[in-house]
Nanobody, 123 residues
Framework: QVQLVESGGGLVQSGGSLRLSCAASGRTFNSYAMGWFRQAPGKEREFVAGITGSGGMTRYADSVKGRFTISRDNAKNTVYLQMNSLKPEDTAVYYC????????????????WGQGTQVTVSS
């Protein structure tokens, strides 16, 4: 069982930056791929970024490539999402997730989820 707690969301102006954190419980954190997803009002939850257990490989949605960076610190059981050049369309609830197998873009394949943190980008 893995418990995930996100933090770092908030209100930011367009062009600004935020860094989200996700703290995980458990002793096997480095065996899980970790991912960030987001869900805007009236829309489906979508993949944003993912990172393998070792941190050696990452994957991004096309909409955030070059602006967002996912990273992890296995010693701290924490995964991060650095978000730069934020746009109003990035406004959503952002969720952290853990996957026993690999980075996958399909929401239903992820095993554990956090409660989410709101990110609002004003124009």
């Amino acid at each position: 069982q893995v418990q995930l707690v996100e933090s770092g969301g908030g209100l930011v102006q367009s062009g600004g930056s935020l860094r989200l954190s996700c703290a995980a419980s458990g002793r096997t954190f480095n065996s899980y791929a970790m991912g960030w997803f987001r869900q805007a009002p009236g829309k489906e939850r979508e993949f944003v970024a993912g990172i393998t257990g070792s941190g050696g490989m990452t994957r991004y949605a096309d909409s955030v490539k070059g602006r967002f960076t996912i990273s992890r610190d296995n010693a701290k059981n924490t995964v991060y999402l650095q978000m730069n050049s934020l746009k109003p369309e990035d406004t959503a609830v952002y969720y952290c997730a853990a996957n026993r197998v690999y980075i996958q873009m399909v929401v239903s394949t992820w095993d554990y989820w956090g409660q989410g943190t709101q990110v609002t980008v004003s124009s």
